[in-house]
């Protein structure tokens, strides 16, 4: 047997931990994990030169953009940045223009997005107006739907708790589950309106009206309707101690929920805005210390299911602004939630089996994405081989999306992405994307 590609002198992560081995690849999936000698003959040979190899990660929580605000991403600097930073599959957030609402908008952006994508993406759905359509989105290859709860997104009246609770059983039925950005709009505008009165445009003011009580009232609430649905309910972003131990409550009842938290409210303080200021500067905001420390608390207690970027960016122009209320929210993460992680993994803060667990393993099993996620053989052949030991610094100017900034621009760290695979194809080689756009697939 010959097969088409043979990856050897590695260390590669599978079920039983660390093995120095090679991995044979065939027809895009892995065939084999086992020394060098014990693999089959391959057309084509890669040395890992002693690298260690981890399952590519998958972020559930990108927004790629493109279509009409492709000015501050498309599909292939999105998917780029996503190679350039160790992860195979994304999940596209829906909030776009125009929204991915409904069948054509989804079908629309799936056929725009077949030609340019370096690594696979699947998607997220708004909720449309019709709950019917949900059946037919999901159909058509929506993994997950995404319920955005501090305005209107999509057809969904997100202020009515029968409508919400509706929609949840509807997502039940069709075995997907829905992402939630939890921050309540009615308690969040009362708020803003006041300090608006007040003529308050600081970044202080922003942290007031995104409190961590208007997330926790959020969590709340929706933990309520994902317990009397049933639904499998994501939260996405907890910031918030608050916010937090209403979800470890709920778990422990029973709850069929998950949640995620991000590099930057793990990393990042309110106090760290000074210094940065509107580059750090998202939504949920980033938090006190306390809060801070309840996450890493949470994470190693095991209550944090998955890592993802929020991957959101932005022109610089949109990240300026004469107010805090008008600059655009959001960090383009993609390039450093690896680099990020790793560091913290050297720093003894988090083990790599937490790591992969919550970059790759969960996030395949939370969105049903099947034979991805873990080194086996039989998986589809999505990996990354990391330079434990490469230490350098940040450099947003280089990033390869269109969001060249960060607030974690000239951070140091250890442990860089060197190669990334995608479905077996050889997508990032040194930073370097080495793929034609269209070389990722869409995951349905
Ligand atoms: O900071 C954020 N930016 N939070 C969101 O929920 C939306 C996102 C965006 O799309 O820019
Ligand atoms: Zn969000
Ligand atoms: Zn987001």
Redesign the pocket.
Known sequence: MQVDLVLYNGKIYTRKGFVEAGIAIEKGRIVKIAKETNLPKASSKINLNGHIVLPSLIDSHV?LRDQERAYREDFFTGTAAAAAGGFSLVID?P?NKPVTMDVQSLRERMKLAKRKIAVNVAFYSAFPESLKEIRSIVNNGAVAFKL?L?EKIGGLNIGDDEAVLRAFREVKRANVPVAV?AEAKDAFEDKMRRLQDENRNDIEAFLEAHSATVEAKAVQRIIGLAEKSDAQVHF??VSSAEGLSLIKKAKESGVNITCEVTPHHLLLTSKDLKRYKNLA????PVRTREDVNALWSALKQGLIDTLGS?H???TMEEKQGESIWEV????AGLETTLPLLLTQVDKGRLTMAKLVQLTSKNPAEIFHLSARGTLSEGYHADLVVVDVKREYKIDASRFHSKAKFSPFDGWKVKGKPVKTFVNGNLVMDEGEIVAKPGTGQIIR
């Open positions: 927004h957030m909030n955005f501090l950005h996405c972003h500067v998202t939504i949920p929020d959101a960016p932005h655009k929210p959001g960090i």
